[in-house]
């Protein structure tokens, strides 16, 4: 079947635009969670739902990051006034529930000009 | 903190060779451990998992191993391909029912010699 998809798969913006970066998690998986991978590290956690709720956001950086999963399925996660510093790959992963193993999308290529 | 990170940055090894990749944890509360490998330009691919009631398992040319006692988890590839070219990243998960998604590691980077 179908696994996670990202779009856009790159993103170019000026610093202070704003953006949004939809995940389409696999059929079925309940659980969606957003990472955010900067060069030559590994993925930070940023947020976790469970349906449509968001059972823990405590990886997001700061007031400008906000996520939503409005029908528990398709997530879009929102960016205001960036940052340069937002420049990073935005990971999303979904699982069939928590404690599951996680599958993730090819990521959206995020950069702040 | 509580971190999981590698051992090496960057392992090379000759093509037909067994690989071993280490990683070391600092949590001892984890109870699940995951490895993955990410190719340039793609998302993490899951190559196999094993529960902290588990101290070994094994998957398709790939086994894990967990020592609880030291915080070790390794992942050992057999007959290494030119396909197996990647970054490998072990993630560990913790006891909040998922809540606190994976903490990874930096990464190693295996790089497959012909």
């Known amino acids: 079947g179908a696994g996670v998809s990202q779009t856009p798969s790159n993103k170019v913006t000026e610093k202070g635009k704003y953006v949004e970066l939809r995940c389409d998690p696999i059929?079925?998986?309940?659980?969606l969670y957003w990472y955010r991978q900067s060069l030559g590290q590994g993925p930070e956690f940023l947020i976790y739902?469970?349906?449509?709720?968001?059972?823990?956001d405590s990886g997001l950086p700061n007031d400008r990051f906000f996520a939503v999963r409005p029908e528990g399925s398709v997530s879009t996660l929102k960016i205001q006034r960036t940052e340069r510093g937002d420049s990073a790959v935005y990971l999303c992963?979904?699982?069939?529930?928590?404690?599951?193993?996680?599958?993730f999308g090819p990521g959206t290529r995020l950069l702040v000009l | 903190g509580e971190s999981v990170g590698l051992h090496l940055p960057t392992l090379s090894v000759q093509e037909g060779d067994n690989s071993i990749i280490n990683c070391a944890y600092s949590n001892s509360a984890s109870d699940y451990f995951i490895w993955y490998k990410q190719e340039s330009g793609k998302g993490p691919q899951f190559i196999i998992d094993?529960?902290?009631?588990?101290d070994k398992r094994q998957g398709q040319r790939v086994t894990v191993l967990l020592n609880k006692t030291v915080k070790h988890l390794s992942l050992q590839i057999a007959a290494t391909q030119p396909g197996d070219s990647a970054v490998y990243f072990c993630?560990?998960?913790?006891?909040?029912?998922?809540?606190?998604?994976?903490?990874f590691g930096k990464g190693t980077h295996l790089i497959i010699q012909p």
């Open positions: 094993i529960r902290s009631n588990m």
């Open positions: 059929s079925g998986h309940t659980a």
């Open positions: 992963a979904s699982s069939q529930g928590p404690q599951e193993t996680q599958y």
């Open positions: 739902f469970q349906g449509t709720g968001a059972a823990d």
């Open positions: 993630a560990e998960m913790g006891t909040g029912g998922g809540a606190d998604g994976l903490t």
